[in-house]
């Protein structure tokens, strides 16, 4: 078999239709976080791209182990609700988070949050088991990324992703164990809409490229989540980050270099409250056809530069001619 024909063969033997045989069983339970009529419906990567045999996207044999593993990852994070406590504990000490959250590093993590899931953000025909979230990012390796879109930055989206949900499911898993209940939200094909969770989790703002921007790797990351009994997580006030908007809206790189013209100079205002930042018809096939991408994060100056660097460029030049300020901040050049 040619390696191009490997990806839509492997997600057949995958079963992938266990997992939304598995998302439909979750979806049916009356004690379920569900969607409501204005969540949004979840772009199926997995079904869009097993139709596409004919075309043989481009791929690269390293990502294959780790796609496998994150099928199985999801399969575990909706097998495995059914191993939680009949009546779980809903609160849990200060020392108890400060234990979970080192726990959570330990398998990877690289930044922890704590939001309350609004029913807005689950996708349409799907549900979730609590509302209560730990919100989670993995780093993707730089050096990879800077060679998107390639073999290399798939093989790092691919990792990712299996790592970020072995880590998900270890933590829902260490819950359990304390007399918790978990639901573990995989990092691919998620239940819910990750980047306004992890902007409200106070994790860093949406980019103009719709992805979140977080403080130490921009755009860089990938998100999951844990869904828990816990009532008392630590949902604090956090940092302001909306100058990232104002910053994005000044640059707009990502606008100008993506390959297919996709994304939108822009975002679209729905009526849920959310934006639509993406025309998904011209970047999905380019995003097959390319290794899955990835120059808008690669372009990103939020993953090349310092973050605080980014903001004075911003405050900077707030009193300044914004035509100037624009100029400036698209070519790299810090305000005077």
């Not at 439909?24 to 869009?48: K, N």
């Not at 949050?113 to 993707?140: D, H, W």
């Amino acid at each position: 078999m040619n390696v191009a024909e490997i990806p839509m063969a492997l997600m057949r033997k995958l079963n992938v239709d266990r997992i939304w045989e598995l998302e439909d069983a979750l979806a049916a339970r009356p004690d379920a976080l569900h969607a409501t009529a204005g969540s949004p419906e979840r772009f199926e990567i997995v079904a869009e791209g097993m139709k596409r045999d004919d075309a043989r996207p481009p791929f690269a044999a390293g990502a294959i182990p780790h796609m496998a593993g994150s099928m199985r990852g999801i399969r575990r994070s909706l097998a495995s609700v059914s191993r939680n406590p009949s009546q779980p504990g809903t609160q849990m000490l200060e020392a108890g988070i400060v234990d979970l959250e080192a726990f959570a590093r330990s398998e990877g993590v690289a930044d922890i949050g704590y939001a309350r899931l609004s029913p807005n953000l689950v996708f349409k025909n799907k549900a979730v088991l609590y509302q209560n979230a730990i919100v989670l990012t993995m780093e993707m390796d730089r050096r990879r990324i800077d060679t998107s879109p390639s073999k290399e930055s798939l093989v790092t989206v691919h990792e990712t992703y299996h790592h970020l949900g072995v880590a998900a499911n270890k933590i829902a898993a260490y819950l359990r164990k304390r007399g918790y209940a978990a639901h573990a939200g995989h990092p691919l094909m998620g239940l819910a809409l990750y980047p306004p969770l992890a902007q409200q989790a106070g994790l860093g703002w949406r980019g103009l490229h719709g992805l979140l921007i977080t403080p130490k790797f921009g755009p860089r990351v990938r998100l999951a989540a844990v869904f828990t009994s816990i009532e008392n997580l630590p949902f604090a006030q956090v940092e302001d980050l909306h100058w990232i908007e104002e910053y994005c809206n000044l640059c707009k790189l990502c606008v100008r270099e993506c390959p297919p013209r996709a994304i939108l100079d822009q975002p679209l205002p729905r009526a849920n409250g959310l934006v639509t930042c993406t025309v998904t018809d011209r970047c999905f096939p380019y995003f097959m056809d390319n290794y899955g991408c990835s120059v808008c994060i690669r372009v990103c100056p939020f993953q090349k530069q310092e973050f605080a660097m980014l903001k004075r460029r911003v405050s900077g030049g707030q009193d300044r001619d914004a035509s100037r300020s624009s100029s400036q901040i698209q070519a790299g050049q810090p305000l005077p």
